[in-house]
């Protein structure tokens, strides 16, 4: 029979910090170097903040503004002089019209492809009973730092009839191996194991595992590269700068730039009294256009923002 320890009288109980009880509603004292750590980060985010948003908003409120005002320095936090006739000269132009409808096409094709592609290509390399995986991560790989070149590209283009052709922007860029990374990484670290060997319990063959279970659980990655392709193709001008020649399948921001070019000429060839003011237009047209190749990028983020964040961390855990 074990005997009960007997504490001497006078002589405190030690106690350990699991017999401490724990209260959630106790304030930490918190010191002087807590709070002054605490302010410089308040005020270093708050210039990196600055510095990140005001070009951005300097560019919305200069292209609202008159021109002058803007040349002037007047303009800071608020538009000086309402003025929209930088953006009514633009929107005048047809090809701003003509170049959105394009970049809409290339861009909601272009993505819906690369993900129909990129998502079973990378679960495919994340199983390891599938042999190849290997081999064919380093030929994707490969591509990433060895390509042909423009000319090689040019030519090969050209025997597949992709020339002056809108698909030249959405065949050859089917798969971004970065994205592909990006996905097979959250597959295999993501999805667990177990949830495959239940579904082959249910009688589940592979393509409905990846239909019925692994889509639903990957909206993250998917919204996360979602975002990666359309910002891609949105942004793409190099490809019909050198492998188009019909300008009513040209994207906007090659638009823009014709737009922009010539409205520089334009104020560069003008006679010397109305030199200033052509220019002051020129660079209001310039502030409008940049405006205006940007708003549907910002439309979209805030709509898949919530899984940005969550996708990119668990998609760059392990390559």
């Known amino acids: 029979m074990a005997q009960a320890t007997v504490q001497p009288q006078g002589v405190s109980p030690k106690l350990s910090a699991d017999d401490i009880p724990f209260n959630p509603h106790m304030k930490q004292q918190r010191t002087v170097s ?55 000269m633009v929107f005048a132009n047809e090809g701003v019209w003509t170049g959105y409808r394009n970049t809409f096409i290339y861009s909601f094709l272009g993505t819906a492809l690369n993900v129909a592609v990129t998502i079973p290509a990378a679960f495919a ?30 030519l090969l283009y050209k025997d597949l009839n992709l ?32 949830l495959h060997e239940a579904s082959e319990l249910d009688g589940l063959n592979y393509y409905g595992y990846f239909f019925r279970i692994v889509i639903p659980l ?21 490809t019909g700068l050198v492998y188009l020649r019909d300008w009513d399948k040209q994207p906007l921001q090659n638009w823009l730039q014709r737009i922009l070019l010539g409205t520089q000429a334009a104020a560069n060839s003008s006679g010397s009294m109305n030199l200033g003011q052509m220019q002051l237009f020129a660079d209001q047209i ?24 969550k996708g990119v961390m668990i998609g760059a855990v392990k390559g």
Not at 164 to 190: G, Y
Not at 292 to 302: E, G, K, R
Request: proline share 6%.
């Open 218 to 238: 990957s909206g993250a990655i998917i919204a996360v590269i979602t975002l990666y392709y359309f910002v891609q193709h949105w942004n793409d001008f190099f």
């Open 163 to 194: 020339l002056d052709s809108m698909w030249v922007f959405i065949l050859p860029s089917a798969v971004n191996v970065f994205n592909l990374i990006i996905a097979r990484s959250f597959f295999e670290t993501s999805i667990p194991e177990e």
């Open 34 to 88: 807590d709070w002054i750590v605490d302010i410089m980060i308040g005020v270093l985010t708050a210039l990196i903040l600055f510095v990140v948003i005001y070009p951005i908003w300097f560019i919305v409120m200069a292209s609202f503004s008159d021109p002058a005002a803007v040349a002037k320095g007047q303009v800071t936090l608020l538009p000086v002089g309402f003025n929209l006739e930088g953006y009514a």
């Open 125 to 154: 390399l994340s199983r390891r009973e599938f042999k190849p995986r290997r081999v064919l991560l380093f030929l994707f790989t490969f591509t990433m730092f060895f390509a042909g070149g423009i000319i090689p590209n040019y």
């Open 286 to 309: 310039k502030y409008g256009i940049i405006l205006i190749s940007t708003i549907p990028l910002l439309i979209l983020y805030p709509f898949i923002q919530k899984y940005f964040n």
